[in-house]
């Protein structure tokens, strides 16, 4: 496994999370990463992006000004910080990573890893 998340949870409404994934190896590198979530009956939806041209970081206008992803290049370690968590924000959350730019592209692409993925889940 070269990708490997954590940090999901049960959360009241308004409570926080932070999920971890860490590069099993140290030598990999990864142009974009990426969080992405799937809720049951819903479409996947790109949640952060992180492009390591320019160190941008995008996110998706439902978690605007309550996710923070960041990346410490230093442990190959991405993280995505939730705060002010909604119901609407229950879904399995995989991390990300591929070796070319594609924050513009939808993330996942056919040379992406994944991480397991892991459960958030908010109570109203």
């Known amino acids: 496994v070269q990708l490997q998340a954590s940090g999901g949870g049960l959360v009241q409404s308004g409570g926080s999370l932070r999920l971890s994934c860490a590069a099993s190896?140290?030598?990999?590198?990864?142009?974009?990463i990426g969080w992405v979530r799937q809720a049951p009956g819903k479409e996947r939806e790109v949640v952060s992006c992180i492009s390591s041209s320019d160190g941008s970081t995008h996110y998706a206008d439902s978690v605007k000004g309550r996710f923070t992803a960041s990346w410490d290049d230093a442990t190959k370690t991405t993280y995505l910080q939730m705060d002010n968590l909604k119901p609407e924000d229950t879904a399995v959350y995989y991390c990300v990573g591929d070796p070319f730019d594609r924050c513009d592209l939808g993330v996942a692409g056919p040379h992406s890893v994944w991480g397991q993925g892991t459960q958030v889940t908010v109570s109203s």
């Open positions: 190896r140290r030598s990999l590198n990864y142009y974009t």
